[in-house]
Nanobody, 115 residues
């Protein structure tokens, strides 16, 4: 089973940028579909972006044009580049890996967008 560790969260002003990273270990990274989810105390965990093992991507409507998901299989890492951040992007962001219906979660990283 794959283990995931996120990093890159923090406090940023509205309109700013952050890049989240998620490093995987314990399995063959390239065969996993990878995704970023986010959760606030008021909302259920929601899908932000996903990238398949083949490189296809999809995004939540709320982040299209602002966020970009990518992966570097040589470094066992998936990234989430977040631009033009808004206060409503404030959440704990989780990395998720899945293959054949089995999934693993990271521990999460806090992103706070505030002036």
């Amino acid at each position: 089973q794959v283990q995931l560790v996120e990093s890159g969260g923090g406090l940023v002003q509205p309109g700013g940028s952050l890049r989240l990273s998620c490093v995987a270990s314990g399995s063959i990274f390239s065969i996993y579909n990878m995704a970023w989810y986010r959760q606030t105390p008021e909302k259920r965990r929601e899908l932000v972006a996903r990238i398949t093992s083949g490189g296809r991507t999809n995004y939540a409507d709320s982040v299209k044009g602002r966020f970009t998901i990518s992966r570097d299989n040589a470094k066992n890492t998936v990234f989430l580049q977040m631009n033009s951040l808004k206060p409503e992007d404030t959440a704990v962001y989780y990395c998720y890996a899945d293959r054949s219906g089995l999934g693993s979660w990271g521990q999460g990283t806090q992103v706070t967008v505030s002036s």
